[in-house]
């Protein structure tokens, strides 16, 4: 019967043809000794799933999720590329929303060829950001929450205007580091943060020479905003529509920023 | 007609946006699109972190060690994260990452099969287990985790991803890079390894 042992494993996973399987079958309704044999792998088998499933009940070492956590996103620094993939494609299918879409009052009496036109501006963003990604060989993607000193210093000479990183644990979020941003053209420094359900919420800083004198809201693509400015750069605190609590976090960082 | 944006002052208008202010809104759409990708890569992260478990186990049944198991688990989350835009959301992340963790193990063993200037022993040929313990005299789990983790290479891992994980064999071969017939006989031998311990415990055997 030992043309059939093989196979019996192969059986159990539901492996066989239909003719093997019935083969099997036959066979073992007529020998014992190989019913003995399926069975034996069967409780085998019952003490390997026991034992893997044992396994998930280990720990998982804290500095293991923590690496995971902690781990840069994008490619590696010193890499010359400008933002990622994913970005680039979600840039570009707005864009694209917009010569399809929307942006009728903005095109009406300016031109006749919207599709055309409207690329340069596209293009000369992407040249922007190619600019000033490429002269931030170490500083491309991501600096993480460790380097808090050194984030101040390079955003603030990258962004002409003070970057400070202010404290928001009272607002129950994390710092976890910043990165550099292009937008019209110009540096923008971009703190991130987290909150205790890893939501992320940004608090975007550009240089101006007006800067907005109030406070103001805004929702877009599905995410809230509080706007404001001081000193010589506007903020903006960006996170998930309907948290409720940006207008404190606004609040909070604008009166450490 | 100009297209550029100049000031920082239409990134700010984009900021408190009209909806019929294009200029400013593509670019805004830029910076979303930046922040929603820090969104997105953070929820691979949120997701690898709970997979750990399972992650884990699967380096381990191919490492056959705790330590060399959490090593390239780390890795393996690490090498998902750089390449996150690589990942298919539709598809099961646990796949993924099983087949990042496998090719990681395996270019792993060649680096040291250079270093060391010799091949490793194929499973058809590595008869005995690798490091048996012995002295307990009942089927302890731990005893069986033992066992299970002392099975010679692939087979243990394999079994997990069939018997646990509900790879069919046509997967686990492409997973493992073998053919069909010898995940069937690797599956077999594995089970039948586990079976003699039940019938003749690996103390008793001393």
Redesign the interface.
């Known amino acids: 019967m030992t043309e059939y ?6 059986f159990l ?1 539901g ?1 066989l043809s239909e003719d093997e399987a019935r083969d099997i079958e036959r066979a073992l309704a007529s020998d014992p000794g190989l019913q003995e044999k399926l069975e ?2 069967m ?3 019952t ?12 720990q ?2 804290v500095e ?2 923590a ?3 902690d ?6 620094a010193n890499t010359p590329r400008a ?5 680039w494609l ?2 570009a299918a ?2 694209v929303a ?1 010569m399809v879409g ?2 009728a ?3 009406t009496g ?2 006749q060829n919207t599709q055309v ?2 690329a ?3 293009l ?2 992407i040249a922007d ?1 190619h600019r000033v990604y490429a002269s931030q060989s170490r500083h491309l993607v991501e600096v993480g929450a460790d380097e808090a000193d050194h984030i101040e210093t390079w955003l603030s000479n990258s962004v002409g205007s003070q970057v400070r990183i202010p404290d928001l644990s009272d607002e129950g979020l994390t710092f976890q580091g910043a ?1 550099l ?1 292009v ?4 540096p ?1 420094a ?1 703190l ?1 943060y ?1 909150d205790g359900d ?1 939501r ?1 919420v ?1 608090l ?1 800083q ?3 020479d ?1 800067p ?1 004198p109030d406070f ?1 809201q ?1 929702t ?2 599905a ?1 809230d ?1 509080v ?1 404001w ?1 001081a000193r010589n750069a ?1 903020f ?1 605190i ?1 996170g998930d529509e309907g948290r409720g609590d940006l207008d404190a976090i606004a609040q909070s960082a604008a009166a450490q920023v | ?1 100009e ?10 208008a ?4 009209q ?24 929820e ?3 997701d ?2 709970a997979l ?3 992650l ?2 699967f380096a ?1 049944s191919l490492t056959r060690s705790a330590t060399e198991a ?1 090593d390239l ?2 890795e393996a ?2 090498r998902a ?2 390449r ?2 690589q990942w298919d959301p539709t598809q099961p992340l646990d796949r993924w990452m099983f087949r990042i963790t496998r090719n990681l193990w395996i270019s792993e063993i060649r680096k040291r099969q250079v270093r060391l200037g010799q091949g490793q022993v194929d499973a058809e040929d590595a008869t005995e287990l690798v490091s048996p313990e012995t002295g307990e005299d009942t ?1 302890a ?1 731990r005893e ?2 033992r066992h ?1 983790e002392a099975l010679p290479e692939d087979l243990s891992a394999i ?2 991803t ?3 994980e509900g790879y ?2 046509a997967e686990a071969a492409e997973l493992f890079d073998i053919p069909i017939g010898t995940v ?2 690797r ?2 031998r ?6 003699q ?3 003749e415990p690996v103390g008793a055997k001393t």
């Open positions: 042992d093989e196979k019996l494993s192969a996973d492996e034996s792998l409780a085998a088998d003490l390997a799933k026991n034992a893997f499933a044992d396994m998930l009940t280990d998982v070492p293991l999720a690496a995971i956590q781990a840069p996103v994008s490619s590696p933002p990622t993939a994913a970005g979600a840039a707005a864009v917009l929307g942006a009052g903005y095109f300016v031109s036109a409207a340069p501006g596209w000369d963003d950001y990165r941003l937008a019209a053209g110009k923008v971009q991130m987290t890893a992320v940004a975007c550009i240089q101006t007006t907005r103001g805004r877009i693509n995410f905003m706007v400015g506007n903006v960006v | 007609m297209f550029v944006l100049k000031s920082a002052d239409h990134w700010e984009g900021c408190i946006a909806a019929d202010a294009p200029l400013t809104r593509h670019t805004l759409d830029l910076f979303i699109a930046d922040i929603r990708e820090f969104f997105l890569s953070n691979l992260k949120r690898l972190i750990l478990p399972r884990r186990r381990r959490d688990v780390q989350c690490l994260l750089s996150h835009d089927l789990a069986l985790r299970i079994l997990l069939v018997s646990v069919s064999y069937m006989s599956i077999h594995a089970r039948k390894s586990l079976a311990l039940i019938a």
